[in-house]
């Protein structure tokens, strides 16, 4: 597939080919067509270019320094939109944005500095400038339309953000063209690594139907940000009604690609940063962030237990625990984590909105009742309060149940007895940080199933000690910072901190395997 800016080159091969009479008169019709629309930015060759003519919804465009990224939205806000919005994450950010506009513009007239800071073109055109430097700040822009929104360095935002912003991307005049632009360095912290999973079809190395650089993909996204891959424009019948799927596309760009940057000595300068922002910001979204230095589960554990997974559970080890982050209704879904000893299948999300909240408890309890095998262990989560109904109806259908407090005083200690914990939570986390510790003897047995979304919830937390144990970060405070919910991480944590283990009941699996085969189960002398 041809890029925008090679078949504007091959335009100009045939161009260069016409009769002088009827070159002549094609540049006399085009610069009558063009009078009156006098550009005042124009693209640099390359990426910028592609990304300029693209057709996308919505582009994500970057992967590296140098670029020209912040510059595209502004050209795009002067050319072709009428109502644009210009973001940063911080207010403070906004000062070299502000001065490249006014440059491009010629003049501050039209501008106003009070916050938030607009600058007035002409009667047809205007930009706002803001900042979402907390979560709920992108309300303040709810109702206010713009056709071309861009989130600069787009993974310093939160997922929720840019999607709630994305809501009102609209213009009264049907021929006037809307989009977003997100202009991007690799994201340096788990917050940004939503970006990821948005644009899998570029980013994500297990996507399975991996997208060219520029090339448009089709998607229809649900109610809680979850995207569905379509094979076209064409609108989709979703729940009785049609749905129209919307584009995207990413066209990454480096500064080699930036004429103003490529022969000067800005390649050098990026070179010589320090460690680990060097490898992140020149790896085009393929190195990995630095963990946290007080990160409770390193990321490389999580990615290496998603590398052993397979999509099969292994033989003859019955399904042990199934933790159940509860829901009564609304926004908060139901998320439930079934373990085969170390293996795990993929988690199960039932939305908020599909559960009633007049008999919350007993659909979420149908659901386990549904899932579970073997019977295994339940652990419910009582420390929101919705699962206390949920825990009820397991009891009262026999239904071996238990009931998790993150805030609970605990006695567990970590595997060398030697660190005590302030909370079930923070024992829990780091229990489970021990299993998926690689140098263990035999290896980590932790099998995780690979989804984006529970790797950016299993690396979120950090920990602090205390004189009285190791106190990991709560979760309303990871939630504030991320600006969901760690709904799947969690559940996967209490899954493995409750119920059978191979350490203690290798020798029971052994004789069911050995009973469902009809053979003659092994005696065991003495404890086991």
Same mark, same amino acid.
């Given at each position: ?25 094609? $540049? $006399? ?31 994500? %465009? ?5 670029? #020209? ?8 806000? *002067? ?49 706002? *400038? ?6 709920? =700040? ?23 953000? &840019?999607?709630?912003?994305? #809501? ?37 190395? $297990? ?48 500064? +080699? ?27 085009? %979204? ?29 033989? =003859? ?63 419910? +989560? ?11 109806? /397991? ?22 007895? $030697? ?28 099998? /995780? ?13 950090? *920990? ?24 799947? #991480? ?19 699996? &052994? +004789? ?17």
């Amino acid at each position: 597939m041809n890029s925008p800016a090679s078949e504007i080159d091959t335009m100009i091969e045939r161009l260069a080919k016409l009769p002088p009479k009827e070159l002549d008169n094609l $540049k $006399k019709n085009t610069k009558q067509a063009i009078t009156g629309r006098r550009l005042k930015w124009t693209p640099n060759p390359g990426p910028q270019t592609d990304a300029y003519l693209s057709k996308a919804h919505t582009i994500l %465009f970057g992967g590296e320094p140098g670029g #020209g990224k912040s510059q595209l939205g502004l050209g795009l806000s *002067f050319n072709d939109h009428c109502r644009s919005l210009i973001l940063r994450r911080y207010y403070t950010d906004l000062s070299g944005l502000i001065a490249d506009a006014l440059k491009i513009n010629g003049t501050r007239d039209g501008f106003n500095g009070s916050p938030p800071p607009m600058l007035r073109i002409n009667d047809a055109k205007h930009i706002d *400038f803001g900042a979402c430097a907390r979560l709920g =700040d992108e309300q303040h822009w709810m109702g206010r339309a713009h056709d071309l929104i861009v989130a600069d360095e787009a993974t310093q935002f939160l997922e929720v953000q &840019i999607r709630f912003l994305m #809501g009102w991307l609209r213009h009264e005049d049907a021929n006037q063209r809307c989009r977003v632009l997100l202009p991007t360095n690799p994201p340096l912290t788990a917050e940004g690594m939503w970006v990821i999973k948005m644009f899998a079809p570029w980013l994500d190395d $297990k996507y399975p139907n991996p997208a060219l650089p520029g090339e448009l993909r089709w998607v229809i996204s649900d109610d809680e940000g979850k995207d569905r891959w379509v094979d076209g424009p064409a609108a989709i019948e979703i729940k009785g009604k049609m749905v129209k799927p919307l584009s995207r596309t990413f066209i990454p760009s480096s500064v +080699d690609d930036n004429p103003f940057y490529a022969a000067g000595s800005y390649r050098d300068q990026l070179n010589a940063m320090t460690e680990p922002h060097r490898s992140i910001l020149l790896g085009k %979204f393929k190195t990995a962030f630095q963990d946290q230095p007080n990160q409770v589960i390193p990321t490389a554990w999580v990615k290496e237990a998603m590398a052993r997974w397979k999509s099969v559970p292994p033989q =003859d080890i019955p399904m042990c625990t199934m933790a159940v982050d509860a829901s009564g209704g609304g926004n908060d879904p139901m998320v439930s984590a079934r373990r085969h000893d170390g293996w795990y299948a993929p988690n199960i999300r039932v939305p908020g909105k599909e559960i009633p909240m007049d008999r919350a408890g007993a659909f979420c309890a149908g659901q386990v009742i549904m899932y579970r095998r073997n019977d295994a262990l339940v652990i419910i +989560d009582l420390g929101g309060g919705y699962g206390s109904s949920t825990f009820e109806h /397991l009891k009262e259908n026999k239904v071996e149940v238990r009931g998790y407090k993150g805030a609970e005083a605990t006695a567990r200690r970590s595997h060398d007895g $030697k660190l005590r914990f302030t909370n079930t939570r923070s024992a829990a986390l780091w229990i489970f940080r021990e299993a998926l510790d690689p140098g263990q003897p035999g290896g980590s047995p932790i099998r /995780l199933p690979n989804d984006p979304l529970l790797l950016a919830d299993l690396t979120a937390p950090t *920990f602090e000690p205390t004189p009285n144990g190791i106190r990991v970060e709560s979760k309303e405070d990871v939630c504030d910072r991320l600006g969901r919910s760690t709904d799947d #991480g969690d559940a996967v944590v209490m899954a493995w901190f409750e119920g059978p283990k191979e350490i203690t009941n290798a020798l029971d699996w &052994i +004789d069911q395997k050995q009973r469902k085969r009809g053979q003659q189960p092994r005696v065991v002398m003495g404890r086991r």
